[in-house]
């Protein structure tokens, strides 16, 4: 069975940067993507981008490109997710999850538990 | 970008009733790339629906998709319990993948 573990919460100052991880257990890393998806409190889902690691390139939406680096480190199964220039706004729970087909960006079918991000003075 | 609406914001409806929740988006989506996740408080989203109409492993059969193009609909044939939550829309068959804003389904 396929899971997603993500790394703990984070408390960060404004103008640092947090990056999360998402280690996958099961199942084949290289060939499913990965996408990080935002909800900041009582708010909805924002896809900020995600990665195919056998292909390596990551897209991401243009509202977090040049903030925002996706990556991937195959021989521990395991993508990341660093945010630069954090502000209030980047308080939120931030979600990685996998693409339900094998070389393609596609429906989230696994989801890890989250890691809640706090930017506070 | 496509921009998904959902409608209505929020649902208030009784155990065993039917739920249809709509999602509409700005421009054809590819190949009908359309999901649909429900999520509860505090929990992660789950799949319930890939490729506008098909039902993700272990989603029980009340749950159904349908629709193409720019319109798409879930429908919840008669509500447990377990589905008061809020449901959202994705598509996935181009970047950016957006989401649409989320339908409450509420207990009425």
């Known amino acids: 069975q396929v899971q997603l573990v993500q790394s703990g919460a984070e408390v960060k100052k404004p103008g640092s940067s947090v990056k999360v991880s998402c280690k996958t257990s099961?199942?084949?890393?290289?060939?499913?993507?990965i996408s990080w998806v935002r909800q900041a409190p009582g708010q909805g889902l924002e896809w900020m981008g995600g990665?195919?690691?056998?292909?390596?390139?990551?897209d991401y939406a243009q509202k977090f490109q040049g903030r925002v680096t996706i990556t991937t480190d195959e021989s521990t199964s395991t993508a990341y997710m660093e945010l630069s220039s954090l502000n209030s706004e980047a308080t939120a729970v931030y979600y990685c999850?996998?693409?339900?087909?094998?070389?393609?960006?596609?429906?989230?079918?696994?989801w890890g538990q989250g890691t809640k991000v706090t930017v506070s003075s | 970008e496509i921009v998904l609406t959902q409608s209505p914001g929020t649902l208030s409806l009784s155990p065993g009733e039917r739920a249809t929740l709509s999602c509409r988006a700005s421009?054809?989506?590819?190949?009908?790339?359309l999901a649909w996740y429900q999520q509860k408080p505090g929990q992660a989203p789950r799949l319930l629906i890939y490729?506008?109409?098909s039902r993700a492993t272990g989603i029980p059969d009340r749950f159904s998709g349908s629709g193409s193009g720019t319109d798409f609909t879930l429908t919840i044939s008669r509500l447990e319990p377990e589905d008061f939550a809020v449901y959202y829309c994705?598509?996935?068959?181009?970047?950016?993948?957006?989401f649409g804003q989320g339908t409450k389904v509420e207990i009425k």
């Open positions: 994705q598509h996935y068959g181009s970047s950016p993948r957006t």
């Open positions: 490729g506008a109409s």
């Open positions: 099961g199942g084949n890393f290289r060939s499913y993507s």
């Open positions: 421009q054809s989506v590819t190949y009908n790339y």
């Open positions: 990665i195919i690691p056998v292909f390596g390139t990551a």
């Open positions: 999850a996998r693409g339900m087909v094998r070389g393609d960006f596609s429906a989230l079918d696994i």
